[in-house]
């Protein structure tokens, strides 16, 4: 079955950076989506960014220009590195894949359409 095992999380301030990452195994779909959520506290679980097997990256507006999806094949992981860190990033970060059928996007906000979800990995943001 697939597993996804997050870390990297952590206590950071404000203006600083994390590296999440994301060991997957037993993930064997040809073409496949993965994403990094967050959910604070009191809120709802919101897609961060996505990644398609053929490198293709998307963002939420809230992050972009501050946090890089990646993965890495051959090690079957994928990565969010976090930049410029803000009290508002503070969450639980997930990761998540699913399918796809060829040229479908991977964003989904909610994340309704994915069905492999790790554990999370908490990150805090403060002064």
């Known amino acids: 079955q697939v597993q996804l095992v997050e870390s990297g999380g952590g206590s950071v301030q404000p203006g600083g950076s994390l590296r999440l990452s994301c060991a997957a195994s037993g993930v064997g779909y040809t073409y496949y989506c993965m994403g990094w959520y967050r959910q604070a506290p009191g809120e709802e679980r919101k897609g961060v960014a996505y990644i398609a097997n053929y490198e293709s990256t998307t963002y939420a507006e809230a992050v972009k220009g501050r946090f890089i999806i990646s993965q890495d094949s051959a090690k079957n992981t994928l990565y969010l590195q976090m930049n410029s860190l803000k009290p508002g990033d503070t969450a639980v970060y997930y990761c998540?894949?699913?399918?796809?059928?060829?040229?479908?996007?991977?964003?989904?906000?909610?994340?309704?359409?994915?069905?492999?979800w790790g554990q999370g990995t908490q990150v805090v943001v403060s002064s």
């Open positions: 998540a894949a699913r399918s796809r059928s060829r040229w479908a996007g991977c964003t989904d906000v909610a994340g309704t359409t994915y069905t492999d």
